[in-house]
């Protein structure tokens, strides 16, 4: 939505708009302490918002951040990381408010593409901080019922379905899973096949389009005019019994109109999520 990714948009007038498109649910992200939702939220606030949900008559599904970016797990400064466990744990705190089973979780980045100044980090020092991070926020996660959901994203980090299972199943935990976003991974691989690969594992789902032709992050295109073979990753989501949600992440927004590209993603999840008639 514009003014999402800004942090300006009022939480309750996002859920109604959502609502004005035909979403019948959402995911709120938190960002920084003073934001419209940030990791300062407190459990009145979370109250107050999920009552003006039921009011306007959505449902909020999950929980996401863009603060990973700016810190992580997987950091090089050890501050930094420590700042990014105490991020972590205040948004599983803030996401059990809000009653929701997952928070999307980027445990870290060996290169972060769109900030050409942070200095590359080594894949093993990335996996060590990050599996010592996630592990140090499993109690706050089992105490708050709420799974840790390791995206993929272009990070140079976990870029096969089986680094991911890897990753996640080192922790024998319930409350590690994995977030798949089914155009991030176009680039070297297939949504489908990630999802049947990681199969019980999969505990959110991220519905975006990307054309390989164009290979840049120019390529994230509307729901149905890129390269995700959307009847198959439904068929496959069924095969693992997953049961949503699916938040659309279209971003960029238009340039000219950005609501136009909301209502446009709406009507396309319509068209995908009622293939078949069912």
């Known amino acids: 939505m514009p ?27 938190i960002g920084s302490p003073g934001s419209a939702l940030g990791t300062d939220a407190t459990e009145d606030r979370c109250i107050e918002i999920l009552a003006e949900a039921d009011r306007i008559g959505v449902k909020v599904a999950s929980v996401a951040s863009g603060l990973y970016w700016g810190r992580n797990l997987g950091d090089a400064d050890p501050s930094a990381r420590v700042g990014a466990l105490e991020d972590l744990k205040a948004m599983l705190q803030i996401s059990s408010w809000f009653k929701v089973k997952t928070l999307l979780t980027i445990p870290g980045a060996v290169d972060v ?3 050409p100044s942070r200095e590359p980090l080594a894949y093993g020092h990335v996996w060590k901080y990050a599996s010592e ?28 379905p089986q680094e991911m299972a890897t990753f996640i199943d080192q922790f024998d935990s319930p ?19 990630w999802i049947r690969h990681l199969g019980h594992r999969v505990v959110g789902v991220h519905f ?9 992050a120019d390529g994230f295109v509307d729901l149905l005019e890129g390269d995700v073979n959307w009847p198959e990753v439904i068929v496959a989501l069924k095969e693992i019994g997953y049961d949503g949600p699916c938040p659309a992440e279209m971003i960029p927004g238009y340039k000219h109109h950005p609501m136009v590209r909301v209502k446009n993603a709406s009507m396309a999840m319509d068209a995908i999520l009622m293939q078949n008639g069912e």
């Open 133 to 160: 991070g996630i592990r140090a926020a499993l109690p706050t996660a089992e105490r708050c019922k709420v799974r840790m959901g390791i995206e993929n994203v272009w990070n140079k980090f976990l870029l096969s």
């Open 3 to 29: 003014g999402g990714l800004k942090g300006t948009l009022d939480v309750v007038e996002f859920m109604r708009q959502a609502k004005e498109c035909g979403f019948p649910a959402v995911e709120l992200a």
């Open 208 to 216: 975006k389009d990307f054309r390989r032709a164009v290979g840049t």
């Open 175 to 193: 409350w590690v899973g994995a977030y798949v976003d089914v155009a991030n991974l176009l680039p070297f691989g297939h949504a489908e096949d």
């Open 113 to 115: 593409f769109f900030l």
